[in-house]
């Protein structure tokens, strides 16, 4: 089962964060796929923000993830892969703590741990089509 939505602003990306949410359902982790530039982050942050995490995080350029703590007091991660040299880093850091930890996870560039992925997740890919993101959403289990 898929969706697909289509952004055509900054400002749509409220609902559309939302009803990501929605179709997730118990799923928890979020693998974003895209090139680089096309709105992953923008996206991430959006949906951080639904979740109720009012502060601004720290940028997460340099590190590899992430923590965001929600109104509930629960936990969000967020991770980006892109600089990760080898899968022997995210064990490194311990990766499994985080994805199994019961919190959201979003995730950035996903292919360059793609053996280490849980067996079922939210895959998101975001398409630039002219001025539009055109955003996929699709169960993996
Ligand atoms: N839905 C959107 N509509 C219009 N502009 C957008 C949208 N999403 C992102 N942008 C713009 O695209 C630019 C890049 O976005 P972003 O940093 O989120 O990309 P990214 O996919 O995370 O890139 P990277 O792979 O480098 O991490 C930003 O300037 C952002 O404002
Ligand atoms: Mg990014």
Redesign the pocket.
Known sequence: MSVVFH????S??KEIAKEMITFSEQNKIFC?Y????????????ELIKFLGVEEEGSSPTFSIVNEYVSNEGKSIYHF?F?RINSEEEAFDFGYEEYFYSGNYCFI??PEKIDNLLPDSFVKIN?EKQK???VITLEKVI
Do not use: P
């Not at 895209?34 to 942050?45: D, R, S």
């Open positions: 952004s055509n602003s900054l749509s990306l974003f895209g090139e680089m530039g096309v709105g992953k982050t923008t996206l991430i942050k980006d892109y950035e560039w975001i001025e539009a993101r």
